[in-house]
Protein backbone atom coordinates (compact mmCIF):
# COMPACT_ATOMS: atom_id res chain seq x y z
CA UNK A 1 0.00 0.00 0.00
CA UNK A 2 2.42 2.62 1.17
CA UNK A 3 4.31 1.74 -2.88
CA UNK A 4 1.09 2.62 -4.03
CA UNK A 5 0.71 5.58 -2.46
CA UNK A 6 4.18 6.82 -3.08
CA UNK A 7 3.23 6.02 -6.68
CA UNK A 8 0.08 8.21 -6.57
CA UNK A 9 1.68 11.10 -5.15
CA UNK A 10 4.48 11.07 -7.78
CA UNK A 11 1.71 10.79 -10.53
CA UNK A 12 -0.47 13.99 -9.12
CA UNK A 13 2.45 15.96 -8.51
CA UNK A 14 3.94 15.29 -11.74
CA UNK A 15 0.51 15.64 -13.46
CA UNK A 16 0.42 18.97 -11.52
CA UNK A 17 3.39 20.42 -12.53
CA UNK A 18 2.74 19.47 -16.08
CA UNK A 19 -0.92 21.25 -15.61
CA UNK A 20 0.59 24.37 -15.02
CA UNK A 21 3.00 24.61 -17.60
CA UNK A 22 0.31 23.64 -20.37
CA UNK A 23 -1.64 26.58 -19.32
CA UNK A 24 1.86 28.78 -19.02
CA UNK A 25 3.41 27.72 -22.06
CA UNK A 26 -0.61 28.20 -24.14
CA UNK A 27 -1.05 31.80 -22.93
CA UNK A 28 2.24 32.75 -24.11
CA UNK A 29 2.47 30.99 -27.61
CA UNK A 30 -1.12 32.11 -27.83
CA UNK A 31 -0.38 35.62 -26.59
CA UNK A 32 2.88 35.61 -29.94
CA UNK A 33 0.53 34.40 -32.11
CA UNK A 34 -2.37 36.87 -31.72
CA UNK A 35 0.45 39.42 -31.77
CA UNK A 36 1.69 38.43 -35.11
CA UNK A 37 -1.79 37.97 -36.26
CA UNK A 38 -2.79 41.65 -34.76
CA UNK A 39 0.28 43.12 -36.34
CA UNK A 40 0.06 41.77 -39.70
CA UNK A 41 -3.92 43.09 -39.82
CA UNK A 42 -2.59 46.23 -39.10
CA UNK A 43 -0.30 46.12 -41.97
CA UNK A 44 -2.50 44.79 -44.38
CA UNK A 45 -5.28 47.15 -43.47
CA UNK A 46 -2.99 50.32 -43.99
CA UNK A 47 -1.66 48.96 -47.42
CA UNK A 48 -5.78 47.82 -48.14
CA UNK A 49 -6.72 51.82 -47.27
CA UNK A 50 -4.22 53.26 -49.45
CA UNK A 51 -5.13 51.17 -52.44
CA UNK A 52 -2.69 48.24 -52.46
CA UNK A 53 0.63 50.04 -52.05
CA UNK A 54 2.62 50.77 -48.79
CA UNK A 55 2.42 54.56 -47.78
CA UNK A 56 5.57 55.88 -48.75
CA UNK A 57 6.47 60.22 -47.84
CA UNK A 58 8.04 62.15 -45.23
CA UNK A 59 7.49 61.06 -41.24
CA UNK A 60 7.24 62.57 -38.08
CA UNK A 61 7.89 61.23 -34.91
CA UNK A 62 4.88 60.40 -32.96
CA UNK A 63 5.49 62.69 -29.94
CA UNK A 64 5.57 59.65 -27.15
CA UNK A 65 9.34 59.77 -27.09
CA UNK A 66 9.35 55.92 -28.23
CA UNK A 67 11.09 56.15 -31.85
CA UNK A 68 7.69 55.37 -33.55
CA UNK A 69 7.09 57.58 -36.59
CA UNK A 70 4.03 58.61 -38.26
CA UNK A 71 3.37 59.12 -41.90
CA UNK A 72 2.90 63.05 -42.75
CA UNK A 73 -1.01 63.36 -43.67
CA UNK A 74 -1.80 63.97 -46.74
CA UNK A 75 -4.42 61.52 -49.66
CA UNK A 76 -1.67 59.43 -50.51
CA UNK A 77 -1.04 58.10 -46.90
CA UNK A 78 -4.26 57.29 -45.42
CA UNK A 79 -4.24 54.98 -41.98
CA UNK A 80 -7.13 52.87 -41.85
CA UNK A 81 -9.85 52.87 -39.21
CA UNK A 82 -8.99 50.84 -36.07
CA UNK A 83 -5.67 51.13 -36.40
CA UNK A 84 -3.08 54.50 -34.91
CA UNK A 85 -1.21 54.47 -38.30
CA UNK A 86 2.35 53.81 -36.15
CA UNK A 87 5.23 52.32 -38.08
CA UNK A 88 8.91 52.87 -38.22
CA UNK A 89 10.42 54.72 -41.30
CA UNK A 90 12.14 51.81 -42.45
CA UNK A 91 8.44 49.83 -42.37
CA UNK A 92 7.67 50.67 -46.22
CA UNK A 93 11.26 49.26 -47.25
CA UNK A 94 11.01 46.22 -44.83
CA UNK A 95 7.48 45.57 -45.64
CA UNK A 96 7.10 42.08 -48.15
CA UNK A 97 4.01 42.04 -49.44
CA UNK A 98 2.13 41.58 -53.21
CA UNK A 99 -1.30 41.96 -54.31
CA UNK A 100 -4.04 40.51 -56.83
CA UNK A 101 -7.09 42.30 -58.03
CA UNK A 102 -9.65 40.10 -59.04
CA UNK A 103 -13.17 40.28 -61.08
CA UNK A 104 -16.19 39.70 -59.69
CA UNK A 105 -16.15 36.23 -61.35
CA UNK A 106 -13.03 35.26 -59.27
CA UNK A 107 -10.49 36.20 -62.86
CA UNK A 108 -6.99 37.67 -61.85
CA UNK A 109 -7.59 41.31 -63.34
CA UNK A 110 -3.93 42.55 -62.01
CA UNK A 111 -0.95 41.54 -59.92
CA UNK A 112 1.15 43.58 -58.57
CA UNK A 113 4.67 41.32 -56.90
CA UNK A 114 6.95 44.61 -57.00
CA UNK A 115 7.30 44.71 -52.94
CA UNK A 116 8.53 41.24 -52.92
CA UNK A 117 11.09 38.78 -54.82
CA UNK A 118 10.43 35.67 -53.44
CA UNK A 119 6.67 35.42 -55.15
CA UNK A 120 5.98 35.14 -59.12
CA UNK A 121 3.31 36.32 -60.97
CA UNK A 122 2.08 32.77 -61.05
CA UNK A 123 2.49 32.08 -57.95
CA UNK A 124 0.12 35.16 -56.69
CA UNK A 125 -2.38 34.20 -58.99
CA UNK A 126 -2.54 30.49 -57.60
CA UNK A 127 -2.73 32.09 -54.09
CA UNK A 128 -5.26 34.40 -54.85
CA UNK A 129 -7.69 31.56 -56.76
CA UNK A 130 -7.08 29.65 -53.50
CA UNK A 131 -8.15 32.45 -51.50
CA UNK A 132 -11.21 32.87 -53.47
CA UNK A 133 -12.14 29.10 -53.34
CA UNK A 134 -12.36 29.03 -50.00
CA UNK A 135 -14.50 31.84 -49.64
CA UNK A 136 -12.36 33.11 -46.03
CA UNK A 137 -11.79 37.02 -46.01
CA UNK A 138 -8.62 35.92 -43.83
CA UNK A 139 -6.37 33.60 -43.15
CA UNK A 140 -2.75 32.45 -44.05
CA UNK A 141 -1.52 30.81 -46.94
CA UNK A 142 1.81 29.16 -45.83
CA UNK A 143 3.33 32.22 -43.96
CA UNK A 144 1.53 34.30 -45.51
CA UNK A 145 -1.36 36.33 -44.25
CA UNK A 146 -4.21 37.49 -46.21
CA UNK A 147 -7.12 39.78 -46.49
CA UNK A 148 -10.01 40.32 -48.88
CA UNK A 149 -11.30 43.70 -49.65
CA UNK A 150 -14.12 44.41 -51.88
CA UNK A 151 -13.52 47.15 -54.66
CA UNK A 152 -15.48 48.45 -57.09
CA UNK A 153 -16.16 45.59 -59.92
CA UNK A 154 -14.43 42.58 -58.06
CA UNK A 155 -12.46 42.03 -55.78
CA UNK A 156 -8.32 42.91 -53.99
CA UNK A 157 -6.27 40.59 -52.16
CA UNK A 158 -3.55 41.69 -50.28
CA UNK A 159 -0.81 38.75 -49.80
CA UNK A 160 1.33 40.15 -46.29
CA UNK A 161 4.77 38.10 -45.58
CA UNK A 162 5.18 37.03 -42.17
CA UNK A 163 7.58 34.75 -42.11
CA UNK A 164 10.06 36.55 -39.83
CA UNK A 165 7.40 36.80 -37.46
CA UNK A 166 6.14 32.88 -38.04
CA UNK A 167 9.76 31.89 -37.39
CA UNK A 168 10.49 33.66 -34.40
CA UNK A 169 7.37 32.49 -33.40
CA UNK A 170 8.03 28.77 -34.14
CA UNK A 171 11.69 29.13 -32.63
CA UNK A 172 9.92 30.35 -29.37
CA UNK A 173 7.27 27.46 -29.75
CA UNK A 174 10.11 24.56 -29.95
CA UNK A 175 12.31 26.58 -27.63
CA UNK A 176 9.13 26.85 -24.85
CA UNK A 177 8.07 23.24 -25.59
CA UNK A 178 11.98 21.94 -24.76
CA UNK A 179 12.36 23.77 -21.97
CA UNK A 180 8.77 22.62 -20.56
CA UNK A 181 9.74 18.84 -21.11
CA UNK A 182 13.20 19.14 -19.08
CA UNK A 183 11.48 21.26 -16.63
CA UNK A 184 8.70 18.41 -16.14
CA UNK A 185 11.21 16.06 -16.58
CA UNK A 186 13.43 17.84 -13.18
CA UNK A 187 10.53 17.86 -11.38
CA UNK A 188 9.33 14.42 -11.61
CA UNK A 189 13.16 13.12 -10.92
CA UNK A 190 12.95 15.59 -7.68
CA UNK A 191 9.53 14.42 -6.46
CA UNK A 192 10.87 10.81 -7.04
CA UNK A 193 13.73 11.55 -5.10
CA UNK A 194 12.06 12.86 -1.98
CA UNK A 195 8.47 11.47 -2.46
CA UNK A 196 9.52 8.93 -0.08
CA UNK A 197 10.28 11.49 2.82
CA UNK A 198 6.97 13.37 1.97
CA UNK A 199 4.81 10.25 2.97
CA UNK A 200 7.26 8.65 5.33
CA UNK A 201 4.43 10.08 8.14
CA UNK A 202 1.96 8.46 6.28
CA UNK A 203 3.95 5.26 6.38
CA UNK A 204 4.76 5.40 9.89
CA UNK A 205 1.44 5.32 10.86
CA UNK A 206 -0.17 2.69 8.24
CA UNK A 207 3.03 0.05 9.59
CA UNK A 208 1.95 1.20 13.14
CA UNK A 209 -1.88 0.17 12.55
CA UNK A 210 -0.33 -3.07 10.97
CA UNK A 211 1.39 -3.83 13.22
CA UNK A 212 -1.16 -3.25 15.92
CA UNK A 213 -3.62 -5.42 14.15
CA UNK A 214 -1.36 -8.39 14.20
CA UNK A 215 -0.43 -8.09 17.17
CA UNK A 216 -3.87 -7.47 18.90
CA UNK A 217 -4.91 -10.19 16.83
CA UNK A 218 -1.92 -12.93 18.63
CA UNK A 219 -3.05 -11.11 21.88
CA UNK A 220 -6.77 -11.92 21.42
CA UNK A 221 -6.05 -15.35 20.48
CA UNK A 222 -5.04 -16.88 23.94
CA UNK A 223 -8.23 -15.00 25.76
CA UNK A 224 -10.41 -16.07 23.47
CA UNK A 225 -8.88 -20.15 24.38
CA UNK A 226 -9.45 -19.66 27.62
CA UNK A 227 -12.77 -18.22 27.15
CA UNK A 228 -13.80 -21.11 24.98
CA UNK A 229 -12.27 -23.81 27.78
CA UNK A 230 -13.86 -22.47 30.48
CA UNK A 231 -17.19 -22.58 28.75
CA UNK A 232 -16.79 -26.05 28.06
CA UNK A 233 -16.05 -26.64 31.53
CA UNK A 234 -19.34 -24.89 33.06
CA UNK A 235 -21.16 -26.94 30.08
CA UNK A 236 -19.72 -30.37 31.42
CA UNK A 237 -20.55 -29.21 35.45
CA UNK A 238 -23.56 -26.97 35.35
CA UNK A 239 -24.90 -28.45 31.59
CA UNK A 240 -25.19 -26.52 28.47
CA UNK A 241 -27.53 -23.66 28.36
CA UNK A 242 -28.78 -20.66 26.60
CA UNK A 243 -26.04 -18.92 28.27
CA UNK A 244 -23.26 -21.01 27.43
CA UNK A 245 -23.95 -21.67 23.77
CA UNK A 246 -24.30 -17.93 23.59
CA UNK A 247 -20.59 -17.44 24.77
CA UNK A 248 -19.58 -20.51 22.00
CA UNK A 249 -20.89 -18.40 19.08
CA UNK A 250 -19.67 -15.16 19.78
CA UNK A 251 -16.51 -16.46 20.54
CA UNK A 252 -16.36 -17.79 17.69
CA UNK A 253 -17.45 -15.04 15.26
CA UNK A 254 -14.76 -13.25 17.21
CA UNK A 255 -12.16 -15.69 16.44
CA UNK A 256 -13.06 -15.54 12.77
CA UNK A 257 -12.62 -12.11 12.70
CA UNK A 258 -9.53 -11.77 14.26
CA UNK A 259 -8.50 -14.08 12.12
CA UNK A 260 -9.80 -12.52 8.75
CA UNK A 261 -8.23 -9.26 9.95
CA UNK A 262 -4.76 -10.86 10.92
CA UNK A 263 -4.76 -12.00 7.25
CA UNK A 264 -6.14 -9.23 5.57
CA UNK A 265 -3.60 -6.78 6.90
CA UNK A 266 -0.84 -9.21 5.68
CA UNK A 267 -2.20 -9.37 2.38
CA UNK A 268 -2.07 -5.55 1.95
CA UNK A 269 1.71 -5.33 2.59
CA UNK A 270 2.24 -8.48 1.10
CA UNK A 271 4.60 -9.81 3.63
CA UNK A 272 2.86 -13.42 3.20
CA UNK A 273 3.92 -14.18 -0.60
CA UNK A 274 0.96 -16.61 -2.10
CA UNK A 275 2.51 -19.78 -3.92
CA UNK A 276 1.19 -19.14 -7.47
CA UNK A 277 0.25 -22.33 -9.24
CA UNK A 278 -1.42 -23.39 -12.19
CA UNK A 279 -4.89 -25.43 -11.69
CA UNK A 280 -8.20 -25.48 -12.59
CA UNK A 281 -10.04 -22.29 -12.26
CA UNK A 282 -13.30 -24.05 -12.96
CA UNK A 283 -12.98 -26.92 -10.44
CA UNK A 284 -12.06 -24.44 -7.97
CA UNK A 285 -15.00 -22.47 -8.37
CA UNK A 286 -17.58 -25.46 -8.76
CA UNK A 287 -16.27 -27.18 -6.10
CA UNK A 288 -16.32 -24.02 -3.62
CA UNK A 289 -19.92 -23.46 -4.63
CA UNK A 290 -20.75 -27.11 -3.44
CA UNK A 291 -21.91 -25.90 0.05
CA UNK A 292 -23.32 -22.67 -0.71
CA UNK A 293 -26.22 -24.60 -3.11
CA UNK A 294 -28.45 -26.32 -0.04
CA UNK A 295 -27.98 -22.97 2.13
CA UNK A 296 -28.90 -20.50 -0.52
CA UNK A 297 -31.85 -23.25 -1.25
CA UNK A 298 -33.28 -23.29 1.97
CA UNK A 299 -33.43 -19.55 2.46
CA UNK A 300 -35.03 -18.91 -0.80
CA UNK A 301 -31.78 -17.77 -2.64
CA UNK A 302 -31.25 -20.96 -5.20
CA UNK A 303 -27.88 -19.93 -6.90
CA UNK A 304 -28.07 -20.15 -10.61
CA UNK A 305 -24.46 -21.26 -11.48
CA UNK A 306 -22.91 -20.60 -15.38
CA UNK A 307 -19.12 -22.25 -15.15
CA UNK A 308 -17.17 -22.49 -18.21
CA UNK A 309 -15.05 -25.15 -17.96
CA UNK A 310 -11.58 -25.96 -18.99
CA UNK A 311 -10.58 -22.73 -17.65
CA UNK A 312 -6.89 -22.49 -15.76
CA UNK A 313 -5.20 -19.52 -13.85
CA UNK A 314 -1.84 -19.26 -12.31
CA UNK A 315 -2.61 -18.30 -8.71
CA UNK A 316 -2.85 -19.66 -5.37
CA UNK A 317 -5.91 -21.91 -5.11
CA UNK A 318 -6.70 -21.43 -1.65
CA UNK A 319 -7.27 -17.87 -1.63
CA UNK A 320 -9.27 -18.33 -5.13
CA UNK A 321 -11.79 -20.85 -3.14
CA UNK A 322 -11.67 -18.45 -0.60
CA UNK A 323 -12.80 -15.78 -2.86
CA UNK A 324 -15.40 -17.69 -4.40
CA UNK A 325 -16.61 -18.62 -0.90
CA UNK A 326 -16.88 -14.99 0.18
CA UNK A 327 -18.68 -13.60 -3.03
CA UNK A 328 -21.78 -16.73 -2.69
CA UNK A 329 -21.66 -15.82 1.37
CA UNK A 330 -22.45 -12.15 0.60
CA UNK A 331 -24.80 -13.18 -2.07
CA UNK A 332 -26.74 -14.91 0.39
CA UNK A 333 -26.42 -12.61 2.83
CA UNK A 334 -28.02 -9.72 1.53
CA UNK A 335 -29.95 -10.99 -1.99
CA UNK A 336 -33.60 -10.50 -1.68
CA UNK A 337 -35.53 -13.37 -1.02
CA UNK A 338 -37.41 -15.22 -3.21
CA UNK A 339 -34.87 -14.28 -6.34
CA UNK A 340 -31.79 -16.16 -7.77
CA UNK A 341 -28.73 -15.50 -7.30
CA UNK A 342 -26.39 -15.49 -10.47
CA UNK A 343 -23.17 -16.48 -10.49
CA UNK A 344 -20.67 -16.64 -13.85
CA UNK A 345 -17.42 -17.35 -14.81
CA UNK A 346 -16.36 -16.51 -18.05
CA UNK A 347 -12.84 -16.10 -19.90
CA UNK A 348 -12.59 -12.80 -20.43
CA UNK A 349 -9.78 -11.53 -22.93
CA UNK A 350 -6.46 -13.32 -21.90
CA UNK A 351 -7.67 -13.86 -18.51
CA UNK A 352 -11.39 -14.89 -16.24
CA UNK A 353 -14.00 -12.83 -15.37
CA UNK A 354 -15.76 -13.92 -12.42
CA UNK A 355 -19.00 -12.53 -11.33
CA UNK A 356 -22.00 -12.62 -9.20
CA UNK A 357 -25.78 -10.87 -9.44
CA UNK A 358 -28.36 -10.43 -6.58
CA UNK A 359 -31.36 -8.37 -6.28
CA UNK A 360 -31.00 -6.22 -3.20
CA UNK A 361 -33.94 -5.81 -0.71
CA UNK A 362 -35.21 -2.25 -0.79
CA UNK A 363 -33.31 -1.59 -4.08
CA UNK A 364 -29.72 -0.14 -4.29
CA UNK A 365 -28.13 3.36 -6.35
CA UNK A 366 -27.25 3.20 -9.81
CA UNK A 367 -24.28 3.12 -10.43
CA UNK A 368 -20.53 2.04 -8.88
CA UNK A 369 -20.53 1.54 -5.38
CA UNK A 370 -16.64 1.12 -4.33
CA UNK A 371 -17.04 2.00 -0.94
CA UNK A 372 -18.50 -1.20 -0.51
CA UNK A 373 -14.58 -2.62 -0.33
CA UNK A 374 -14.07 -0.44 2.37
CA UNK A 375 -13.42 -2.39 5.48
CA UNK A 376 -16.57 -2.68 8.53
CA UNK A 377 -18.52 -0.48 5.60
CA UNK A 378 -22.13 -1.94 6.04
CA UNK A 379 -23.96 1.29 4.63
CA UNK A 380 -27.35 0.38 3.30
CA UNK A 381 -30.17 -0.57 5.13
CA UNK A 382 -29.63 -4.51 4.62
CA UNK A 383 -25.91 -4.41 5.67
CA UNK A 384 -26.76 -2.80 8.64
CA UNK A 385 -29.52 -5.63 10.39
CA UNK A 386 -28.91 -6.65 13.17
CA UNK A 387 -30.31 -10.15 11.34
CA UNK A 388 -27.49 -10.55 8.71
CA UNK A 389 -24.53 -11.93 10.63
CA UNK A 390 -21.45 -9.99 9.57
CA UNK A 391 -18.26 -8.02 9.94
CA UNK A 392 -17.77 -6.13 6.76
CA UNK A 393 -14.66 -7.31 5.84
CA UNK A 394 -15.50 -9.96 3.59
CA UNK A 395 -15.35 -8.34 0.49
CA UNK A 396 -12.26 -5.77 1.54
CA UNK A 397 -10.65 -9.72 1.94
CA UNK A 398 -11.97 -10.02 -1.83
CA UNK A 399 -10.31 -7.00 -3.13
CA UNK A 400 -6.90 -8.07 -1.30
CA UNK A 401 -6.62 -11.54 -2.61
CA UNK A 402 -7.74 -9.77 -6.12
CA UNK A 403 -5.10 -7.27 -5.87
CA UNK A 404 -2.27 -10.03 -4.78
CA UNK A 405 -3.32 -11.46 -8.55
CA UNK A 406 -2.91 -8.62 -10.04
CA UNK A 407 -6.69 -8.67 -10.66
CA UNK A 408 -9.41 -6.15 -10.42
CA UNK A 409 -12.99 -5.87 -9.06
CA UNK A 410 -15.81 -3.60 -9.29
CA UNK A 411 -19.46 -3.43 -7.79
CA UNK A 412 -22.17 -1.58 -9.89
CA UNK A 413 -25.86 -1.61 -10.29
CA UNK A 414 -27.24 -1.09 -13.50
CA UNK A 415 -30.76 -1.16 -12.63
CA UNK A 416 -30.77 0.31 -9.14
CA UNK A 417 -32.99 -3.22 -7.84
CA UNK A 418 -29.50 -5.85 -8.34
CA UNK A 419 -25.39 -5.07 -7.42
CA UNK A 420 -23.33 -6.76 -9.76
CA UNK A 421 -19.15 -7.52 -8.10
CA UNK A 422 -17.25 -8.96 -11.08
CA UNK A 423 -13.59 -9.90 -10.64
CA UNK A 424 -10.80 -9.86 -13.36
CA UNK A 425 -8.69 -12.15 -13.15
CA UNK A 426 -5.45 -11.77 -15.88
Not at 240 to 256: C, D, F, G, P
Amino acid sequence: MVKRLQKRFILISTLSVLAVLVVIMGVVNISNFRNVVVDADETIALISANGGTFPRGEFRKNGKGDGEMLPLSNTDLKPPEGTNGQRSAEAPFETRFFVVNLSSAGKVSSINTGSIAAVTTDEAAEYAEAVFESGKTSGFVGDYRYSVSDMPGGKMIVFLDCGRSANYFRSFLRTSLVVSFFALLSVFALVTVFSKRAIQPIAESYEKQKHFITDAGHELKTPLAVISANTEVLEMTEGENEWTQSIKNQVARLTEMTNNLVALARMDEHESKMLMTDFSVSDAVSESLEPFFAVAEQKGKPIAADIQRGLTLCGNEDAIRKLVGILADNAIKYGMDGETIQLSLRAAGRGIALQTKNFVEGGVEKGSHEELFERFYRGDASHSSTQVAGYGIGLSMVRAIAAAHKGKISAKSDDGRSLTITVSLP
